[in-house]
């Protein structure tokens, strides 16, 4: 299986402050990783595929870099509503894998 | 606007089968993968398998060959089946559409979850 490995686990901060969160994946995926918030009992939600492209609908705040095997998830000024869990995904190989998540709460 | 809603037995007792049901609403079934993935209680997200228009499916061989999914592309409804449950089966599971229309197959649909919990 390929390992997604995302950092850091958790993560405090404050309302406008840039927030970067990574994921490395155990072999090379291409630009097959795609990036999910979930609030608390709520369905994950999709706001980044394909590395980079924003899901419709998605605030242009949130942005995605990368290829290969280093991804990031950069939130450019943090909003009240995005303290959340953050989880990457790829769908380069079966069976289709999550890094462990981020928990981004306010500080 | 796609919608889901999905919908099963939240309460079994160890070695019973797990049935659940995901029907989607307002689009195309054809083109994408629909998939179950579930989440251990204040853990990570776990992919248990998909199944596409034509009934090819993928399973986590981390399930060991437990798990069955299956399309009723009259109804628009896909279905998992998970034998042999144990207490470490409990968590939330969810259904999602996978839109293939796109090569990287994102998850962009939900259900809104059913938790399943292995009680003797």
């Known amino acids: 299986d390929i390992q997604m490995t995302q950092s850091p686990s958790s993560l405090s901060a404050s309302v406008g402050d840039r927030v970067t969160i990574t994921c490395r994946a155990s072999?090379?995926?291409?630009?097959?990783v795609n990036w999910y918030q979930q609030l608390p009992g709520k369905a994950p939600k999709v706001l980044i595929y394909a590395a980079s492209t924003l899901q419709s609908g998605v605030p242009s705040r949130f942005s995605g870099s990368g290829s290969g095997t280093h991804f990031t998830l950069t939130i450019s000024s943090l909003q009240r509503e995005d303290f959340a869990m953050y989880y990457c995904?790829?769908?380069?190989?079966?069976?289709?894998?999550f890094g462990g998540g981020t928990k981004v709460e306010i500080k | 606007q796609v919608q889901s809603q999905q919908w099963g037995a939240g309460l079994l007792k160890p070695s019973e089968t797990l049935s659940l049901t995901c029907g989607f609403s307002g689009g195309s079934f054809s083109a994408h993968y629909w998939s179950w993935i579930r989440q251990v209680p204040g853990g990570g997200l776990e992919w248990i398998g998909e199944v596409n228009h034509g009934g090819v499916t993928n399973y986590n061989p981390s399930l060991k060959g437990r798990a069955t999914i299956s399309l009723d592309t009259s109804e628009k409804q896909f279905s998992l089946k998970l034998t042999s449950m144990t207490a470490a089966d409990t968590a939330l599971y969810f259904c999602?559409?996978?839109?293939?229309?796109?090569?990287?197959?994102?998850?962009?649909?939900w259900g809104q979850g059913t938790l399943v919990a292995v009680s003797s």
């Open positions: 995904q790829q769908t380069h190989t079966i069976p289709v894998t």
């Open positions: 999602a559409r996978a839109d293939c229309t796109n090569a990287v197959c994102p998850f962009d649909s």
């Open positions: 072999q090379s995926i291409s630009a097959y």
